[in-house]
C-alpha cells in the first residue's frame, strides 16, 4: 500500500516536484509534465513517452540523453489530457518532428492522438508508435488490441537512439514499429497496490493463487493458478514467449534476444535474480544468445506484486540501438571506458579442504571430538525452536536455525574428516569452518572463533590432555572477547564462557580431570548463562522498544551452556 | 512477503546465480561472493564489501569500475564467514592491499576481522571500516556502537573511488574513515519483510503505525507513532539529521551535502519523491548545497516497508570522490559527454487561456451551456459511487471519480469563461480542456472530444439553433469513434451516443425544436446504454476472469445517458 503522501489529490505533482529536484541535471519541469534538461542536436526528431503515473521509471525516470526528450505525466493510472501532450511536445521539440510512444491503452490513444492532430495542425510533423508487446491482452491475429507493459522500454530506447543518431522521423518511425512488433512480454501478478488515501486496494488476487496476464492496472488476465516455484514461473513465461516468436524470425536457435525480468514493485530483486537464473538456462537451453539483459523495476505499478518477462528479438540495426549509451534519472546504461575482462582461471582461490598427517593419539582424541559435535547437532536439533523463541524477544529470532545450520554442518565435516584421517586439530579447524561458513551470522561466527582456537591448541600430534582443552578453552575465551568486542556483563554468551573457562583452568590445574573438570566449570556456565537476562535495555541509549527483552537470558549463553552439559557426558563417557 | 523461490535453503545461491548470469560484464562469482569481472589496475587497492543477503543492491549489485572490486554474499541478513570473506579478498586482490567496509554488525565484523587476521598473516596488507551512520542504534557519545544501513554506499563510494585513483591503503583508510563520520542516517519502519519460507514477517510494525530508528532487520528503534504525512515525516527525519552534524563542519548555512532518500524495498519511488520534495526544501532552507542526491533503492531488505534518510557531509575532496564515475550492475553515474543545460525561458509554452471577443447571441447561448455543465457536475456528484462500481466490475472502478473530476473541473472552467463574457464555443472548448485535463483517463478523452466537437459547430458568433447543436453531436459522435477506434456494438459509450445523435438530426431535421428533439434521443440512448449489459467476455481471446462483467451496462454509456437526460432538463426550462 501506498503509506507516504501528503493529500492525495497532490501526489502526482508532489511526487514530479520531488523527482526534478532529485534530477535537475538531467530534466526539468514544464505544464503536462517533464523535458531533458540537456541541450539535443536541433533538427533531431524528439521523442515523447509518457501515460499515467504510478509507473516509474516509466515514464520520467526514462529522460535524458539516449533516451527519451520529454514525458507527459498524467494522473495516477490515468491518461495525460491532449493539452498536457501537446505541451511536453511543443517543450521537447528539436524541429525534426515528434515521436509520440507509450503504452496501448484507449485514454493514451485518445489524448496522444488529439495532441498529434494539432501539431500536425500546426506545422510539426508527428507520429504515433504505441507499445502492444502483453500477449495476454489480446490473440496475436489482434496485435493492434494488445496493451502496452515493459516492453515500453525496448520500443522507446530504440526510438530514442535512433533519433539521438539523426535518423529522420520516417526512419525513426521505421525502427520503433519494428522494436514493437518484435517485443513480446507476459505478466502475473500476486496482489494488486493500494492508491494514496484509498481504503483497498485496487484489486487482489487470492491469497496463494498467481493471476497470469493481469495487467498492470488490474485489467482481467487469462487465469489464475496456484503460486508456482520460481523455476516454473520461468518455466512458463519462457513457453508462451516462445510460441509467440515474431514475424521474421526464422529460427530461435541461433536468434538473438534482449531479455527483460520486470519488477512490477512488491516482488524484489532477488527473488527476480532466482527466476532469472532459470529463464537464462531455459534460453540457452533453446539456442538464443542473450544481449544485454535488465533484471529490476523498469515498469512499475506503486508496490503492486507482480513480474513481467519480455523478450526483445533483435536483428543488427535493434541490437546496435538497444546497446547505444543512455543516461537518465533511472536508466543508465555505456558509462565509461570499459575495462577489458578479468582472466578467471588465474584467480587465486584457496583450497580448505587439505588433510595434513595426523599422530595416532590425535585421531583418537579426533574420534571422541567427533562424538562430541554429533551430540551438540543432536542437542541444538532438539532445542532449535525454544532457541528461535528467545531470540525473537529481543532480536531477528533466527538463533535458532543459524546454531542448527552450524551444528549440522560442523557435525559432518567433523565426519568426514575422520573418515579421511584427520587429528583433532584439523577435525576442529574443519568444524570450524563449516559452522562458521553454513551458520553465518554472530553465533556462526563466534563458534567458528571458539573451535579454531581450540584446533590450535589440540594441533594433530600430541595426544590431547587436559590442560590442552583448558588451554584451548581459554584462548575461546579471548578470541571471542577481542573478536567480538563484548566485556564480561555485556549480557551475551561471554558471561558465560568466562566462569566456564575460568573454572576448568582452575580446576585441571587443581589435579582434576578432564570429566571432573568440565563437569563442573559447565555447572558455573549455566548459572552464570541464566543470569544473563537483562534488567534494563542492552544499548546505550533509552529505547522503550528495547524493554520487552528486560527478563530474557541471552539465547547465546542458553545454547552454549546446552552445548558445554552434552560435551560434558561424551567426556565423561569415553573410553 | 517474498513470493518466489525454489527450496528456500537454496535461495540465496540461486540469486547469486541469476544475478551474474544477468551481470557478467560487471561481476563474475568466486567463493563466497562476487568480484568485477573487469581487470583493475595492478598495485591498487582493492575494496571488498559485503553483509548478509537480501538488501540488494548491497552488496553484490555496488561492485564494477569506480565502486567496489568485490563483494562477500552471506545468507539472508546472515553475515558471510571469514572463510568467504578469505576468499573473496584473494580473488579481488590488485597488490595494493585490501579495504574491508561493511556495515557495523557484530557477526560481520567477527568474520571480516578473522579474514583480515588472516591476510595479514599472509602479507597482504588489509584494514577494516566499519559503517556507522544509523543515529538512531547508539548515542553520539557510543558512535562505534552503532549501525550501518544507506550510508553504506557513501563510504564505499568514497574508498573505491580513491582506490581507482591509485591512492595508497593508508590514504583510503584515511578517506572512507572521514566518509563514515560524515554520514548520518535514520530510518523508519511500516512492515518486516518475510523470508522466503517463512510463516510470518520477521517483524510487524502495528497497522497505522510508524517505529522510529527500527533497524533493518528489525533491531529495537527507538519510538512508535502514528504515520504521518509525508511532510511530517520529511521534517522529522531533517530535523534529527540536522542535530547530529559531524564534528568539522562549523556552520550548517553554507554546508555541502550530498542526500540520500532510500527505499527499503515495498515504500515505492512516488512515495519517496513526494518525501524528497519536502526534504530538498528543508535543506535548502537550512543554507544547505545539496550535492548529486540519490532517491530510491540503495539498500533494501526484500520488501520491507520501510525508508530512511541520509546525509553526507562533504568537504572538496570527499565531493570530487563521490561525483567520480561509477559503473556497476546497480550504481552507475558519470556516463557519455553530458551536454550543456537548455535555457529553460525560452521554452515554447502555449497560453490556453485566452477569451475572443463574442457576440451577444452565442453569450446568451454560452449562459445555457454553463447552465448544463453544472447540472452535469451536479447528477455526476450524485452518482459518483454507483458509476465507479459499475465500474469495478470489469475495469478499474475509476470511472466514478474520473468523471467528477472532469465535471467539477469543466464546471467550474465554464463558469470563468461565462464570468470573462466566454461565447459558447469557447467557453465549451475550456470546459474541454479542463475536463480531460483533470480528469485524465479514458473517460476524460472522450468527454474531452464531445465538448470540443461541439465547441467548433457552436462558435462564438451565431446564435446557435438546434441543428447546430445536432452537427455538433454528430461531429462528437464521428470524433469519438475515429479517435477510440471503438464501432456500434463494442458496448462502450458509442452504443449510446451514435442512436442519440441519429435520433437528434432526424428530429431536428423533421421540425422539432431542441428540447423535444434532444428529449426524444435521450430516450433512445437510455435505452441503448442498458443495452450494453456485455453477453459475451469484451475482448476476443477467452478469458475467463473477464466473465464476471456480463451481464453489467457500460459505465461510460450509463453516465452519457444520465448526463444527456439532465441536460435536457436544463434546455427544456431554459428562456
Chains 1, 2 share one sequence.
Not at 492522438?113 to 500477449?135: F, H, K, N, S, W
Not at 520486470?262 to 527476480?272: F, Q, R, T
Not at 600430534?461 to 587436559?466: G, S
Not at 549480557?491 to 580431570?513: E, I, N
Request: hydrophobic share 45%; aromatic share 4%.
Amino acid at each position: 500500500m501506498t503509506r507516504l503522501y501528503n493529500d492525495p489529490v497532490n501526489f502526482v505533482d508532489e511526487a514530479t516536484a520531488g523527482f526534478v529536484a532529485a534530477h535537475a541535471q538531467r530534466v526539468c519541469q514544464v505544464p503536462g509534465g517533464v523535458i531533458r534538461s540537456t541541450r539535443s542536436e536541433p533538427g533531431t526528431v524528439a521523442v515523447v513517452i509518457g501515460g499515467g503515473s504510478g509507473h516509474y521509471p516509466a515514464f520520467a525516470g526514462l529522460v535524458g540523453q539516449g533516451l527519451a526528450h520529454g514525458a507527459v505525466m498524467g494522473n495516477l493510472f490515468a491518461s495525460p489530457s491532449a493539452q498536457q501532450v501537446y505541451n511536453v511536445c511543443k517543450a521537447a521539440n528539436n524541429g525534426g518532428g515528434v515521436l509520440l510512444s507509450f503504452g496501448n491503452y484507449a485514454g493514451d490513444v485518445l489524448h496522444f492522438g488529439q495532441a498529434r492532430e494539432r501539431l500536425i495542425r500546426e506545422g510539426i510533423p508527428c507520429e504515433i508508435v504505441a507499445v502492444i508487446d502483453d500477449i495476454s491482452s489480446a490473440d496475436r491475429e489482434e496485435l493492434h488490441k494488445r496493451r502496452g507493459i515493459a516492453g515500453d522500454l525496448t520500443v522507446f530506447k530504440v526510438a530514442a537512439a535512433a533519433a539521438e543518431a539523426g535518423y529522420s522521423l520516417e526512419e525513426v518511425v521505421r525502427l520503433s514499429r519494428a522494436a514493437n512488433l518484435r517485443t513480446r512480454s507476459m505478466g502475473v501478478a500476486f496482489d494488486g497496490c493500494t492508491l494514496p488515501g484509498a481504503d483497498d486496494a485496487l484489486f487482489h488476487v487470492p491469497a496463494g493463487k498467481m493471476a497470469v496476464g493481469l495487467g498492470i492496472h488490474g485489467e482481467p488476465g487469462i487465469s489464475e493458478q496456484d503460486v508456482p516455484s520460481a523455476d516454473a514461473l520461468a518455466e512458463l513465461l519462457v513457453s508462451h514467449l516462445l510460441e509467440e516468436v515474431p514475424d521474421g524470425i526464422e529460427t530461435v536457435r541461433g536468434a538473438r534476444a534482449s531479455v527483460l525480468l520486470n519488477g512490477l514493485g512488491a516482488i524484489k530483486y532477488e527473488e527476480l535474480f532466482v527466476v532469472y537464473r532459470r529463464v537464462h538456462a531455459l534460453l540457452l537451453e533453446a539456442g538464443i544468445e542473450i544481449v544485454e539483459p535488465e533484471v529490476g523495476e523498469l515498469v512499475t505499478s506503486l508496490d503492486m506484486a507482480g513480474a513481467s518477462l519480455t523478450l526483445f528479438w533483435l536483428d543488427d540495426e535493434l541490437e546496435r540501438l538497444w546497446r547505444a549509451p543512455a543516461d537518465t534519472p533511472a536508466y543508465r546504461k555505456g558509462s565509461l571506458n570499459p575495462a577489458p575482462p578479468i582472466d578467471t582461471a588465474a584467480l587465486d582461490i584457496p583450497d580448505a579442504d587439505e588433510i595434513p598427517a595426523a599422530s595416532q593419539a590425535s585421531r583418537a582424541a579426533a574420534r571422541c571430538v567427533e562424538q562430541a559435535l554429533r551430540a551438540t547437532r543432536e542437542v541444538i536439533d532438539a532445542n532449535v525452536d525454544k532457541l528461535g523463541k528467545l531470540d525473537a524477544i529481543a532480536g531477528d529470532g533466527d538463533h535458532g536455525i543459524g546454531m542448527q545450520r552450524g551444528a549440522v554442518a560442523a557435525a559432518e565435516a567433523a565426519e568426514q574428516a575422520l573418515a579421511r584421517g584427520a587429528g583433532a586439530g584439523t577435525l576442529l579447524r574443519q568444524a570450524a569452518e563449516a559452522w562458521s561458513d553454513r551458520a553465518g551470522g554472530t553465533s556462526g561466527a563466534i563458534w567458528g572463533v571458539m573451535l579454531n582456537a581450540l584446533s590450535l591448541t589440540l594441533g594433530d600430534d600430541a595426544a590431547p590432555q587436559a590442560e590442552h582443552y583448558a588451554r584451548g578453552v581459554a584462548k575461546a575465551k579471548q578470541d571471542v572477547m577481542e573478536f567480538g568486542k563484548a566485556k564480561l556483563g555485556d549480557k551475551t554468551l561471554v558471561d558465560a564462557l568466562v566462569p566456564f573457562s575460568d573454572a576448568l583452568s582452575q580446576r585441571v590445574a587443581a589435579g582434576d580431570d578432564l570429566a571432573n573438570a568440565w563437569g563442573a566449570a559447565t555447572q558455573a556456565a549455566q548459572a552464570a548463562a541464566e543470569d544473563t537476562q537483562t534488567l534494563k535495555p542492552k544499548l546505550g541509549r533509552a529505547r522503550p522498544l528495547a524493554e520487552k527483552s528486560l527478563g530474557t537470558p541471552d539465547p547465546g549463553a542458553i545454547s552454549l551452556a546446552m552445548i558445554l552439559d552434552v560435551v560434558h557426558r561424551v567426556i565423561a563417557t569415553a573410553d
